[in-house]
């Protein structure tokens, strides 16, 4: 692989031109189909096989004169204090604002409080149910308009009026504040790091060619493929961090390879074959990982597997080719002003003092027991709010307070009681019973017998007399742990009475379904994650031919998972700072997020183990000692790793800023596994371990190193290229 790499790096470097125009074309290809094509909005989760999903779908087979996963809106209306929603002005203006919606082309109804009787007890607050014949993506901008054009309305008229529902659910737009700031980290870093803004600049320059192509291309197929803004974003925050570190970590190999007088073509090649062979074997680990989520089957957690591995091979690709475009380019800016004078004048070079990845790495080398404990024992602590994980999908309750949808769930569940804002739907098939209207009857005596009911509803029959609807109000809110017990409870309940009539009875919801959502997610943690570690395992055993230091970092990855899973569990379940991030309402993780954070920081871990670590074998390879390999390995790899794991920290901490539950969770989840995983177990836990191991570390059965294959990661089919570097005299050399 390494010998394939090569050329291509040396052949983007000749044909610099090329490879750039053809880049700048496709970035304005897809930044146009991006602009031009029609915005998409968000879409509720699904997850087929469930009992919730089938019973949906049944409503749609049964009631096909509506749409069970149509778009719904409740108008919430609240009496000036003092003054009750009955009193004559104030049903005038709530009927007038309920009229002004109930006749759009997309409606298909839209409830009288007054006639449904939909009023609080204290007789304060009213709410209209408004359904749609769509779903939420394919109502027009008129037809949301007129809904908050009615609450508008009503707000003149001195009632507090606020929407609830999916009809105002919309797509996230990045480019905020924060993600500024975050982009802004990471050019300092940038600068710092490498001594030269133009490398820096081309660092940023290749991220964003890859962003821009993967940013537009999922914008111009979101309403083709129903990719949602949470795809969009996901796309983005990968694309920025990996794009930035592949070509920080390519960009460091060719600085190396010029500083010992490596004419430019030829270090461009060397370093694409040897740092771009890690590039594309972490590029790949991130890749499967996120392709592997389509098997746990939700249909949004795949798009978002999929969105973010097309955006990872983007990076890989530009990385691979742009930036030794670039290298062409740019010729000796790339370099730093001392690697510009040492270049000049060879002869003036003074021998390196030992960077502060040597320094660290003695320090560990001295003391290994003892960093090894500690930085153990730390991450323990920070995983252990991991035992208390929930996990439940996000509804209108964990939206910012000054939203409507926010204030109208508030609303409800002052007027009408917590559960009231997620009941369940209970679905009884009687097409094969014998007493159908009997079998009912007794499904509704058993949910008004249930504790945690607060009250059901008359339930509501098809045409063909097959199939009723009933309504049950929990007396809890929809995320509580008293509300999934009491689907659990009434599933169980429900095997009875199927005993007895023959009906075929289901609970399904939004509630329902998130219950089930999350409760497959939590059963398909821990086989996905075996997966995934095994994977880690058997590909880091090809690539650094031992069994102990894949073992080592498969570990390292479980500790810094459980430490990120213990803080989302601090942040969002607990609330600890929580103010400072903007979240108003504490809750269970969101369900996808788990799994979702074990696929990236799978191969995130996976890159910083690599380019780490590969300078280590090469070291012990050639001869050095134990000891010895780490502390080259960490004076030509610490300070680049840890600039990239910064970089990739603030791009992801740059997202939390979004008043979006879903993105705010993973920009947490991954800031902080990707900031314990580089710094505390790579930089401490990993080199500790080795020290203590010394020459058992790169033990390997002689059997299985014959039958593994030679992925050559280190570009030792290069050594020939490397043997003899020449010195480049003032003024030669340049591109």
Request: glycine letters at 10%; zero cysteines; charged letters at 15%.
């Amino acid at each position: 692989m390494a010998t394939i790499l090569y050329r291509i790096g040396r052949w983007s470097f000749r044909r610099r031109r090329l490879v750039g125009g053809l880049w700048l074309g496709a970035v304005v290809l897809a930044v146009l189909a991006g602009v031009t094509a029609p915005a998409g909005e968000e879409e509720d989760i699904s997850m087929p096989g469930t009992e919730s999903q089938k019973a949906f779908d049944l409503l749609d087979q049964r009631f096909p004169q509506s749409n069970s996963q149509g778009a719904d809106a409740r108008l919430v209306f609240r009496a000036p204090d003092g003054q009750q929603v009955t009193a004559t002005d104030n049903k005038a203006a709530i009927e007038d604002a309920i009229g002004s919606v109930a006749d759009g082309k997309q409606v298909a109804e839209a409830t009288d409080p007054f006639e449904t009787e939909a009023i609080s007890d204290d007789g304060t607050t009213a709410y209209s149910t408004i359904t749609y014949t769509e779903a939420a993506v394919d109502l027009t901008g008129s037809t949301k308009k007129a809904l908050e054009d009615a609450s508008a309305q009503a707000r003149d008229a001195g009632l507090t009026a606020e929407i609830g529902g999916s009809v105002l659910d919309a797509e996230v737009s990045p480019g905020g504040t924060t993600e500024m700031i975050g982009v802004a980290i990471a050019a300092v870093v940038l600068i710092l790091t490498l001594g030269s803004l133009v490398a820096a600049g081309l660092s940023l320059m290749s991220a964003f060619t890859g962003v821009a192509i993967s940013f537009g291309l999922i914008s111009a197929l979101s309403v083709a493929l129903g990719l949602t803004s949470t795809v969009a974003i996901l796309s983005l925050m990968l694309g920025l961090a990996v794009g930035i570190d592949y070509a920080l970590f390519i960009t460091t190999r060719y600085r190396e390879e010029r500083g010992r007088g490596v004419e430019p073509e030829e270090a461009a090649g060397l370093a694409v074959g040897t740092a771009g062979s890690a590039v594309v074997f972490a590029g790949a680990m991130v890749m499967i990982a996120l392709v592997g989520l389509g098997v746990v089957g939700i249909p949004e957690l795949t798009k978002m597997g999929l969105g973010g591995a097309g955006a990872v091979a983007l990076a890989v690709l530009v990385a691979l080719t742009l930036v030794p475009a670039l290298f062409g380019l740019f010729g000796r800016r790339v370099l730093s002003r001392a690697s510009r004078k040492a270049l000049r004048h060879p002869e003036s070079v003074r021998a390196a003092r030992p960077g502060l990845g040597a320094r660290w790495a003695r320090f560990v080398l001295r003391r290994p027991a003892a960093v090894l404990l500690v930085a153990g024992l730390g991450l323990g602590a920070v995983a252990l709010p991991a035992l208390s994980l929930e996990l439940g999908l996000p509804g209108d309750e964990s939206k910012p307070v000054e939203t409507t949808q926010r204030q109208a769930y508030d609303l409800l569940s002052d007027g009408f009681g917590p559960g009231f804002n997620g009941p369940l739907t209970v679905v009884v098939d009687v097409s094969r019973s014998v007493a159908p209207e009997g079998a009912v009857d007794q499904v509704v005596d058993s949910l008004r017998a249930e504790d945690g009911i607060a009250s059901v509803d008359e339930p509501v029959l098809n045409e063909a007399k097959d199939t009723a609807v009933i309504t049950a109000v929990p007396t809890t809110s929809p995320t509580s742990t008293e509300t999934k017990d009491l689907v659990k409870e009434i599933r169980s309940d429900a095997a009875g009475v199927e005993a007895d009539t023959g009906a075929d009875i289901a609970v399904t919801g939004n509630t329902a379904l998130n219950i089930d959502i999350s409760e497959a997610m939590a059963d398909a943690l821990l086989p996905y994650l075996s997966v995934v570690i095994g994977l880690a395992f058997v590909l880091l055993m090809v690539v650094f031919r031992s069994i102990l230091v894949p073992l080592k970092a498969a570990l390292g990855f479980l500790l810094s998972v459980g430490a990120a899973f213990g803080t989302l569990v601090a942040v969002f379940q607990w609330g600890w700072g929580a103010d400072l991030i903007g979240i108003d309402q504490t809750g269970p993780v969101m369900s996808l997020m788990p799994i979702l954070i074990i696929g990236i920081v799978f191969g995130l871990a996976m890159d910083y183990e690599v380019f780490l670590f590969t300078r280590v074998r090469e070291a012990y390879a050639h001869g050095a000692s134990p000891d010895d390999a780490i502390i080259e390995g960490f004076r030509h790899s610490g300070r680049v790793v840890a600039a990239a794991a910064i970089i990739m920290v603030s791009v992801f901490a740059g997202f939390i800023g979004l008043h979006n539950p879903t993105i705010q969770t993973m920009g947490v989840g991954l800031a902080s596994a990707v900031a314990f995983d580089a710094f505390v177990v790579r930089m401490a836990i990993a080199p500790a371990v080795m020290a203590l191991l010394g020459h058992r570390a790169w033990w390997m059965p002689r059997i299985l190193n014959r039958v593994l294959p030679n992925v050559d990661i280190e570009g030792e089919a290069l050594r020939g290229h490397t043997a003899e570097p020449t010195t480049v005299p003032a003024g030669a050399g340049r591109p």
